[in-house]
């Protein structure tokens, strides 16, 4: 496809107003984890890499251990950039030693360096011992849930604790520490956060925070505005990354009304298990039992862990005074009975666990993280995966809560966020395709529909549901069936909007938060019901990008055959090679299965370029447009399937291909459904 120059000035002129390196070392190898566990992947990176050569592509790459002969990887650069990376490369104890699976063991450290000048060495990454179980780590965690006392949903109205102004479910006295009675801590000691006393005889919990802070990490309260409080520890290997929360706080502090202020304490690296009941119990212990001992930083439980004081002031009293305000996640592998799921939560409540095992790497790209932390965090806040309902993937809920918006493998250009505003209810035994879906908020989002195949669209427009000309019909059809097992076949509902950001998003109780039981004596802290624990899965998501294929198929079909270079042949052509990405989609045991995908959808890309001899399309066709559309927008989905890392590449794709769209729809007026051409 050939651009005018003056968008491709434009794009890179956008391109270079930002910075993206600020977590980065310039010219120097990185393992994406430098704690990695055995039978995990990691791939390594090497960003801002200006001392390679111009015309050099690739970096050779030597990983070494004791024990271990060398490996050789090598790091690609991507197109345009200065930016190179690896496959991922498995740690594991067995199979064949090589370049995607270096054969190691428990306590090794890797080195990864470069015989190419000017690039320096990769900090080392440390091997972690994977447990079989909890109880194998330490029989301390053969522990019930904690007990959390008081846990009452009232206690801002009692006990002198001056009542809660912003209803944030945080008592006034706790984030402004002059209520405080003269002589207490709380009001002497000058701290400028968090401090809970739920009665004059109860302990002091109290977090400080920095005066003008502006991140998650050292945001004050304000009794004026809402504040939510989480508490995350994650397993070996799987410590989300600053970018990722930085993400997350930014969505809370741009919500509507002034916005919500995120406080996180991002804190310690637990055992890892790969597969973990969401509960537990003492005789197989699971999430309540790490939470028994690893709720709360070290300088709060005053020792290492786990370990046998439990009769000090942080058990006996803190800890409870912690738990009246915080929520808590965990970064774990994987669920026992669902192990393909993405995360569990109460809802409402205040327990979590991440569990992208099964997902990109064993771990999970900051896509995949970014979207699973938001929507259990929804959970705990209230939210369904329709809002004020269970029904899931309705075109008019523009949310991170439905499944087809949990991540970007459909709509690529979905915001990480909530739903600002109520859109039109849509009824399947009467969709007026006239009206379409009302104008969002923000402004012209897309939302995607099926069956058969997924199209995705922009909103505040007519919608063809059937397919079928002319688009000014009233239809019948299961518009929220995306074939998966979350959003399956159901035909003849009524699907309602839902403004997220409109509905009371704060703590729900106070101690014990999701316990249905809890009283001012107390109960216990573990994960309960009601819970959303069948979430969406890896198989799902491969479903997903299947279906993200088969729209390419689709469109292809229906064009016309003397559009075609070669009218004979060239169905079965792109078919067999659309054919060939979807297997690599469906290979979700291969770390680089994505790769593979991905690389393959630029060669199909270089297809419709309207350059060389391999064009499957007639360079005039009239269909080109809306195909370079469609498969540019999949490209951009399936960037962010690959490892994070490469943040500024996705980046570049996306600032790129909103140009082209732009362009294209200023100079051409083509349609806004991407996977649908008006034939």
């Known amino acids: 496809m050939k651009l005018p120059i003056s968008l491709v000035l434009i794009s890179v002129l956008i391109i270079s107003s930002f910075n993206f390196y600020n977590a980065y070392a310039a010219n120097t190898l990185s393992f994406d984890y430098t704690s990695i566990v055995l039978e995990h992947s990691s791939g390594i990176t090497c960003l801002q890499c200006t001392n390679v050569p111009t015309g050099n592509n690739s970096i050779p790459v030597t990983l070494k251990a004791s024990g271990s002969a060398d490996v050789s990887v090598t790091l690609t650069r991507t197109t345009g950039t200065n930016d190179f990376f690896s496959p991922w490369v498995k740690f594991s104890t067995s199979g064949t030693h090589g370049p995607t699976n270096f054969v190691t063991s428990e306590n090794k450290i890797i080195s990864a360096t470069t015989t190419t000048g000017g690039i320096t060495a990769a ?10 179980s909890l109880s194998s780590n330490s029989t301390l965690y053969e522990r019930n849930a904690k007990i959390i006392s008081p846990n009452d949903a009232t206690i801002c109205d009692i006990n002198g604790n001056g009542g809660d102004t912003d209803g944030d479910g945080i008592c006034n006295k706790w984030e402004t520490q002059s209520l405080f009675p003269a002589g207490n801590p709380c009001k002497t000691l000058g701290h400028q956060g968090l401090c809970i006393q739920t009665s004059s005889t109860a302990p002091i919990y109290w977090i400080d925070c920095s005066g003008g802070g502006t991140t998650w990490k050292n945001m004050c309260p304000d009794p004026t505005k809402d504040d939510l409080y989480y508490e995350i520890d994650y397993m070996a290997g799987h410590r989300p990354s600053d970018a990722t929360l930085d993400k997350i706080y930014n969505t809370f502090l741009n919500s509507p009304s002034g916005g919500k202020i ?23 212990p699971g999430y309540d039992q790490l939470k028994y001992w690893w709720f709360g930083n070290s300088a709060e439980r005053q020792g290492s862990l786990p370990n046998m004081s439990e009769t000090n002031p942080w058990m006996n009293g803190i800890r409870s005074q912690k738990a009246q305000v915080f929520h808590y996640v965990i970064f774990a592998h994987q669920q026992q009975g669902n192990t393909g799921s993405s995360g569990v939560a109460e809802m409402p409540g205040n327990d979590i666990m991440i569990s992208l095992g099964s997902f990109t790497g064993g771990v999970g790209t900051q896509d995949q993280q970014q979207g699973t932390l938001l929507h259990e965090m929804g959970h705990n806040l209230g939210l369904n995966h329709g809002g004020s309902d269970g029904i899931n993937c309705k075109p008019n809920y523009l949310s991170v809560m439905s499944y087809s918006r949990q991540f970007s493998d459909l709509v690529s250009n979905r915001p990480l966020d909530y739903s600002h505003s109520l859109l039109n209810t849509l009824n399947e035994n009467a969709l007026v395709e006239n009206t379409g879906i009302i104008q969002s908020d923000p402004i012209n989002l897309q939302t995607v529909y099926g069956p058969p195949s997924l199209l995705v669209t922009t909103v505040n427009s007519a919608i063809n549901w059937n397919r079928v000309n002319p688009s000014t019909e009233t239809v019948a059809m299961d518009i929220n069936n995306i074939g998966t097992t979350g959003c399956p076949a159901l035909s003849g509902q009524t699907l309602y909007g839902f403004n997220d950001w409109g509905y009371t998003l704060k703590l729900f109780d106070h101690g014990g938060v999701g316990s249905a039981n809890g009283t001012s004596a107390g109960s216990d802290d573990g994960m309960r019901a009601p819970l959303i624990y069948n979430e969406l899965n890896i198989s799902d998501v491969a479903v997903m990008r299947d279906a993200r294929i088969n729209s390419i198929i689709n469109l292809l079909d229906n064009i016309p055959a003397d559009q075609f270079v070669l009218k004979e042949t060239t169905r079965d052509l792109y078919q067999s090679e659309l054919e060939s990405i ?48 469609l498969i540019a927008d999949i490209i951009e989905s399936q960037s962010k399937a690959l490892p994070e890392f490469s943040t500024f590449s996705i980046i570049v794709l996306a600032v790129v291909f909103t140009s082209i769209v732009f362009f294209f729809r200023k100079q051409f007026g083509f349609s806004s459904k991407l996977g649908y051409a008006k034939i």
């Open 582 to 629: 979807k297997i690599d989609i469906n290979n979700i045991t291969n770390d680089n299965s994505m790769f593979d995908a991905y690389n393959k959808m630029q060669a199909f890309e270089s297809r419709f370029d309207g350059e060389g001899d391999n064009e499957i399309l007639v360079p005039d066709s009239k269909y080109l447009n809306s195909t370079q559309i």
């Open 123 to 132: 900090p080392p990454a440390k091997i972690n011992k994977n447990w079989s």
């Open 262 to 284: 995120l406080h996180i304490q991002l804190d310690e690296e637990l055992p890892h298990v790969n597969v973990i009941s969401s509960s537990g119990n003492s005789a197989v």
